[in-house]
């Protein structure tokens, strides 16, 4: 029988047996046994195939991590439990399709029997951080070290080893597998187009890359984070889990917190805090915020996650493998230099001290420049893991953008305009991340408050002044000096097309654009959408990487427009161009 008789509502049915001629046949108990088109097996061939790939590609990173790793780690095994589980699951039915997989998976079961701990910290740090929270509420009472119940936040146990972390990653890999699968029999068996690309972007293994990369948050979740940016480059359903994820990200357990605080700051650390509040107001990428009391000061402590600096290089290693792999990206982004550059700025995020330093120095670059604030740090109270600062108060941008009035939205736009270009042709030092959360608008006295610096970047004098002229003459709209610029800097080489040549020359004058008046109305133009355009045809069509600084620059400027595009602002432009020297 064929598909034609092949019933359009069965699902979730697997093959059991593979004949000589690779057609695989239904489980005897279906009502309509025969053999599935030729269609199906293909698509069949394609999945396992990857399968293959991906599975022995991340086989080989568990198992010398795990070699390395021989100290014992306990949630080793809980993740490989899970693994297989979902292998069994998944994959149990065609060993002998892929015989080359069991074998391989079976040494990496094997390892688990001999792993026991969770790598730095230990059942017996578990235990000690439980009566140390027990000990703060039978001493302090609540209001010394509390948990706070108006906040309603998901938790979950941060894996802390390579080991564990390279399987959560393989767990993935073998979940979309089995998803994939799915989706293909039964597009099969309703008699729709199947496509593995389209399988791989199902819903249900969307979700499985959003909870995924939430739970093992560090490097995955900011690869994730900037994918996200690439609007109009990548599927439409990859990038709606991207943005879920960038929007979410679980915390820690107290137990890890109460860890950390008490190796950063010895036993007795509760001492140094009047009250302190176990459940975060805020989790990101590579760590999340509490709020203490300290001397009757509000402040806010920023803690790292256990092991993320650690597993930078080998997470995002892994994610590119998995994107280069199931060709979730276009190879013309160069992921692989997408994702060292983000290697480096998140290795440079996990030096809180380094962080603590750029405080201090942007407190006094901006100290002439009226409308700004950045909160004071606490150096008592801050380490490499811990940053304790100022706590401001205000509200976010996206929350400015819904609740201010015109004049106020205004004002806001031209200072963040006037911020980046400061930071970039002035002082030479920015602060890449253009996250609306990081800019806190205090209604009364009329500031914006800056806060996380883990991102800045310095550029070199001469990459500043190139990039100085070839704005400028985006703002004149010379086209031949923004060509010859552009050679010069690195964005064009010998190998582009006219298209590409062309392509790179209309979105450098859109960076121009708000800046050539006067003034510029973001609300009635459509700049944004312009430069998303613009964006995603030069990744499919370039021949090389842009320059490296760019990977961080264009990311605050965009994101400078879109914050002045969110707030529908009107932005005055006159002291911009005395900052780029224009007449």
Known sequence: MYRNNIPRHISSILPTKCARNSYFYFPKHILYPGIINKRLCRSLNSLFSITQRLILSFYNDGADSCSAYGDKHKDFTAQNGKFDKNLRS???????FNPDIQSKLQNLKNYSRKLTTSGTISSHCFLNAEQNHNHIQNTFGVGKCHYSSDRIMKGSNLSVSKTSRALQITDLVVGMITGATFDTIKRIAKGQR??????????ANMNRLTDSVCKMRGAALKLCQFL????????????????????????????????ILTSEFGDNWRDKFDQFDLTPIASASIGQVHLANVKGRQ????????????????????FIKLCDILHLVPESMFIDIFGKEIKSELLSECHYLNEAEFYRIFKQLLG???????PDVLSGLTTNKILTTEFVTGISLDQAATILSQDKRNSIGSRLLKLVLNELF????????????????????????????????HYNEKFINDYREIVKASILGDKEMIKKLSYSLGFLCEKDTDEMIDTHINSVLLIGEPLRNDEYDFRNNEIIENIRAKT???????????????YTLHRKLAGCYLLCHNLSAKIYTAYCKQILEID
């Open 368 to 374: 002439g420049l009226d409308g700004f604030y950045v």
């Open 194 to 203: 199947t496509n593995w690309k389209e399988s791989f972007l199902s819903e």
């Open 536 to 550: 995603a045809k030069m990744i499919k069509i370039r021949s090389k990487p842009p320059p490296p600084e760019v």
């Open 90 to 96: 998944g994959l149990g039915s065609f060993s002998a």
């Open 426 to 457: 002035a002082f030479q030092l920015m602060n890449t991340d253009p996250n609306p959360r990081n800019f806190i608008y205090d209604i009364e006295n009329d500031i914006i408050n800056l806060i996380d610096f883990g991102a800045v970047r």
């Open 228 to 259: 996200s940016m690439q609007q109009n480059a990548l599927p439409q359903p990859l990038l709606d889990a991207l943005a879920n994820a960038r929007n979410r990200a679980d915390f820690m357990p107290q137990e890890q917190v109460l860890h």
């Open 299 to 318: 402040v806010a402590v920023k803690i790292q996650f256990p092991g993320v600096s650690d597993s930078i290089v080998s997470d995002i290693d892994n």
